[in-house]
């Protein structure tokens, strides 16, 4: 595979490391219109990883294109939701 451009493709996320922390994921709230994408994961995988920010907010929105499902983890502080994006894309957490 070609070398990627990180800012383009987005970064590929390694394997889950043993004892990775299990995050908890729950159905999407829907409870603002406007939600951007700050960063995400490379779609050349199944399922993806966004850091999302929104009422100024921020969560991890995992999106699994096979399955056709979406789901969030809790809204939490920008910075706390930007490590935990950084935990998942290191295999940290999962
Ligand atoms: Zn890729």
Redesign the pocket.
């Known amino acids: 595979?070609a070398r990627?451009i990180p800012d383009f493709?987005?970064p590929?996320i390694e394997p889950p490391l043993p004892g990775h922390f299990k995050l908890t994921w729950h159905e999407p709230t829907n409870r603002v219109a406007r939600i951007r994408v700050v960063s995400h994961t490379?779609?050349?995988?199944r399922t993806t990883y966004e850091l999302c920010s929104a009422a100024g907010q921020g969560f991890v929105r995992r999106t699994d294109r096979e399955k056709r499902t979406v789901h969030e983890t809790s809204w939490t502080l920008s910075a706390a939701a930007r490590h935990t994006f950084e935990q998942i894309l290191r295999g940290e957490a999962r």
Do not use: L, Q, S, T
């Open positions: 595979m990627e493709h987005g590929h490379c779609e050349c995988r």
